[in-house]
């Protein structure tokens, strides 16, 4: 045992590296893991050759152990290694060293063969690796069936371990409990009975504390048919049981359940399917090879549209699942369902219904915690986690100033609320010795065809079974033919060989001739037994025999048949097992998180001050009031008190200045220039939702880029960027520009120069037209002049534009606006007017004077014009007992069914119906149309047009 020992230890030590010293050989047998590291093994080696040795001295060392202490003449100084291990190779009754590499190689190879077979990887006709399978053959035979009492869960891993699984407890125990999850998998195959662990994963209780028993679906989907010789068993790990290579499954458990599996080299992942979309999809397989039709995949895909997760959730369309069902590795993309509760009058929760599938609730929470601590996630205010036994249910509650949808998407892309399921279709397809990937397709027809064999077997074990039995009942009949003989022949038969031997013999004066299991059979008759009754039930019996048997002999001969009856069991299994959907699949097929796609697209009001400010109200927030009245408040109020009796901050009273106010849509982008000729885009939903009374947050809060010295100076709401539409670019002194929509469709917030501007003037106006359109032009001191926005040819961005009119000295342009084409002409005017009153399709000219006066103006009376000239009257002033100089602050088009926003300096904003402001001449002074404290300074700053409301 020693030389074997000694030459087993060289013979692996060939090829290592040489150790330097005694120290450092005995070192290097420790990595070995081999039975060779024992002091009588070693002591040859490091016995009197002192602190240097070679792997020569050592490989003679050992021949002169091995052939007598030094009596071999074979062995010298001048030996090479080569030639010592090739005698200690000799000695072994090899032929050559081991090559260390192959031998490497070749016991890795069978280990990751054991691993795959044995361990990791599923086998696709059953859909369960071994440890499973083995686990549910030793509940069979421990009978512990879904009407049985539940055992402890040690009792069947010490089952398992015993007898089938040479492995430890903890991978029993684990897979067990795994089956036993509901939202591990989707049809449970344990009946678990104690704590088998939880979603926020929670450990399952100790074994010792834990029951199962067998589901309905185990048992009659997975060991129903195990005594009919449907598969085939082999022994367990030391020959004293046997067990099954596969279980006789009804159902295709790979798909339905899924698996998960790290072998070497290779891994599998497969997401678990409803059991009723498998079922229609495994009856329309089987009717299209009767037909003897290709079912495609698309129709396939149809039956079988995406995985069936049981936590729920939601899949982000289609195509994830296509690709991963076609070509057996993909991505499909999980989202957490969710929905926006009103947990009071101001404040609002995200919650959270279903999880993505294998989403550990608990360390979701934990993370979004710290992301909300970091600063990584606004808008969050608390979090709850108010699950039961009755589901999820986990509380966001969100601050008053947030956003729902945004930080709903926030929490999307940033959280495991939305996910992404890795597929790999990996398994042992044929005969359960071949990892290959499989389609969703090839799952199916392999599953199939597996059952169409069991199908056959079980028939066959059937078949069998019934010949045997209706070859008895032959043999009874028989005998009850002539009973009083038979009664007679066995009471003089001396014993019991005798008397089957008379039974048997054909020469007898009965000529019975019966079979030996026939005699037997007659033999064992009790006298009971010989009544007429008995022997009616008999030839019942026999009849009811030979029909199942001419049907057993069908399903034998006949392929068709045997799909009939797979069709029948599918239709049954699907009406007994199958559950609704619990993952519904959403029409977005990229899943990209998209802002636009979950913000509500509702009427909006923009208000920016001259301070810099800039919010989004709702417009419901403001009801249409009566003309004359004084409006409501729509920024913050500096003073907290009314203006004729408190003494106002200049500086906080400019910032509250309203400079810019009109209604959107909260899709729209708002193309933001400034001052200064520069452009931003943002979308409206963008810029944050603030209370009538708030003051609204910093422009560069939202506009990051934007210079401290630059303002606002025009925002323009763009639904869509059409290729036949211009913008037209106004400034304070007059020059004006035409530029095509589509030039700004890429703009974002880092900003493009849109205009050239000469010293000392300003961006004031940006308005959208096409060639057909006019553009009406409205000074401060009343003047307005109209002309074709033809007129006005395209230039590039950077240009400064042309002369737009004439202006008196100290006069500015006050406003812009376009005129459609279409309500131009008198005539037209003429056609929808009846005894001077407008109908709801004509326009007119809203002009409105700083001091609160108004009026509407038929556009006909503003004929067009060549550009440049000095236009005509537009309106006149009122007289008024104060200093300040009345001047044209709104000259805007409107149709009779629309309504105005009127806002004025200090932040008062008032709407009423266009059909409520009388419509005057261009040299009336108009009527009152809001009350403005013009003692205090205040006065009309900003018009906004309220268009009615259209579904978008």
């Keep these: ?26 070192a290097s047998l420790r990595p070995l893991k081999q039975p060779l590291y024992d002091s009588s093994v070693c002591k040859p080696f490091t016995k009197s050759i002192g602190n240097k040795i070679s792997s020569t001295s050592l490989l003679k060392s050992a021949l002169e152990e091995i052939l007598g202490n030094g009596d071999n003449d074979d062995v010298d100084d001048s030996t090479s290694e080569a030639e010592l291990a090739n005698q200690l190779a000799a000695v072994s009754g090899g032929s050559a060293v081991i090559d260390l590499p192959d031998e490497i190689s070749s016991s890795f190879m069978q280990y990751a063969l054991s691993i795959i077979l044995g361990r990791a990887l599923p086998d696709v006709r059953d859909g369960l690796k071994p440890v499973h399978r083995r686990i549910l053959y030793a509940m069979s035979g421990l009978n512990l069936l879904p009407n049985a009492p539940h055992r402890k869960c040690a009792r069947v891993v010490g089952e398992v371990l015993g007898k089938f699984h040479p492995h430890g407890d903890v991978a029993v125990y684990d897979a067990l409990v795994r089956m036993a999850q509901h939202f591990a998998t989707n049809t449970p195959l344990i009946d678990g009975h104690g704590n088998f662990g939880s979603i926020d994963n929670d450990p399952a209780a100790a074994m010792r504390y834990t029951e199962c028993r067998l589901t309905q679906v185990a048992h009659q989907a997975l060991l129903q048919d195990l005594d009919s010789d449907t598969v085939d068993y082999t022994p367990n790990f030391d020959g004293n049981e046997i067990e099954p290579l596969v279980l006789p499954a009804k159902l295709p458990f790979l798909l339905l359940n899924g698996a998960s599996g790290i072998a070497v080299g290779m891994a599998t992942n497969v997401p678990p399917h409803n059991l009723g979309e498998l079922m229609d999809a495994c009856v329309v397989l089987l009717e299209a090879q009767d037909s003897g039709k290709i079912l495609t995949d698309a129709a396939l ?46 404040r ?14 608990a360390a979701l929470l934990e993370r979004l915690a710290a992301m909300v601590n970091e600063k990584k996630i606004d808008g969050i205010s608390d979090l709850r986690d108010e699950s039961d036994r009755d589901g999820i249910r986990v509380v966001i509650d969100l601050k008053r100033d947030a956003v729902p949808a945004v930080v709903q998407n926030n929490l999307l892309k940033k959280t495991s609320l939305q996910t992404t399921f890795s597929g790999n279709f990996l398994a042992l397809m044929g005969s359960g010795t071949k990892p290959e990937r499989f389609t969703l397709r090839s799952a199916l027809e392999s599953f199939l065809s597996f059952r169409f064999d069991t199908v056959r077997r079980k028939t066959a074990h059937q078949m069998k079974k019934e010949a045997a039995r209706a070859h008895i009942v032959e043999g009874l009949l028989k005998a009850l033919s002539c009973v009083d003989t038979v009664i007679s022949m066995i009471r003089s038969a001396p014993d019991f060989a005798t008397a089957r031997e008379a039974l048997m013999d054909p020469k007898n004066e009965l000529s019975l001739a019966l079979s030996k299991d026939q005699a037997e059979s007659v033999l064992k008759l009790q006298l009971g037994s010989l009544t007429r009754l008995n022997k009616d039930k008999l030839t019942e019996e026999q009849n009811s025999l030979l029909s199942s048997i001419n049907n057993l002999h069908r399903l034998l001969n006949e392929d068709a048949a045997v799909r009939d009856v797979m069709k029948q069991e599918f239709k049954d299994l699907k009406n007994k097992f199958a559950v609704p959907r619990r993952s519904t699949i959403e029409v977005e097929e990229t899943g990209e998180l998209n802002e636009l796609d979950l913000i509500e697209n509702t009427r909006s009001v923009i208000v920016v001050t001259r301070g810099g400010y800039i919010k989004r109200m709702p417009l419901a927030t403001f009801e249409s009031q009566g003309r004359g009245t004084r409006g409501k408040r729509g920024t913050s109020s500096s003073s907290g008190g009314s203006s004729q009796s408190a003494v106002i901050d200049d500086d906080s009273n400019y910032d509250n200045e309203v400079a810019h106010c009109f209604t959107c849509n909260d899709h729209d982008s708002l193309l933001v220039m400034t001052n200064g000729g520069v452009a931003f885009s943002i979308r409206a939903y963008q810029v944050p939702q603030k209370m009538a009374s708030a003051k ?14 630059d303002y606002v100076a025009a925002i323009l709401p763009v639904s869509e960027f059409t290729e036949s539409e211009c913008i037209v670019l106004v400034t304070e002194h007059g020059w004006i520009k035409k530029t095509p929509l589509n030039a700004f469709e890429n703009l974002t917030s880092r900003g493009l120069i849109i205009a050239a501007l000469e010293m000392g003037d300003r961006l004031r106006w940006c308005k959208r037209c096409t060639d057909d359109d006019d553009i009406l032009l409205g000074t401060s001191m009343g003047m307005a002049t109209r002309f074709k926005a033809s007129e006005v040819r395209p230039t590039g961005r950077t240009s400064r534009g042309i002369t737009s009119m004439k202006l008196k000295v100290g006069d500015r342009i006050a406003d812009m606006s376009i005129l459609k084409s279409k309500h131009d002409s008198a005539s037209e005017v003429a056609k929808d007017s009846v005894n001077g009153e407008s109908t709801a399709s004509e326009e007119f000219v809203l002009a409105v004077t700083s001091n609160g006066y108004g009026k509407r103006v038929r556009t006909a009376e503003f004929r067009s014009q060549a550009r440049g000239g000095i236009g005509v009257i537009a309106t006149k002033f009122k007289q008024h007992d104060t200093d300040k100089q009345d001047n044209v602050s709104c000259l805007r088009v409107v149709r009779e069914e629309d309504e105005v926003l009127l806002v004025t300096e200090r932040g008062i904003i008032m709407r009423q119906k266009v059909k409520d402001i009388p419509c005057q001449g261009r040299a009336a002074t108009g009527v009152l149309l809001q009350k403005v404290d013009i003692k205090s300074g205040d006065a009309i700053s900003s018009v906004s047009v309220v268009a009615p409301r259209i579904e978008l």
């Design 1 to 26: 045992a020693l030389h074997d020992s000694i030459l087993s230890l060289l013979l692996v030590l060939v090829k290592l590296p040489q150790p330097t010293d005694a120290f450092a050989f005995t």
């Design 301 to 346: 895909n149809e039956i079988v549209p995406a995985p069936d997760f049981p936590t729920g959730a939601s899949i982000m369309g289609k195509s994830g699942s296509k690709i991963l069902h076609n070509t057996g590795h993909g991505g499909i993309i999980i989202r957490a369902k969710t929905h926006i509760e009103q947990i009071s009058k101001t």
């Design 348 to 361: 609002t929760a995200i919650v959270v219904t279903e999880l993505p599938y294998q989403v550990n609730k």
């Design 696 to 709: 609204g947050v910093p422009i560069p809060s939202v506009l990051p880029v934007m210079k401290g010295d």
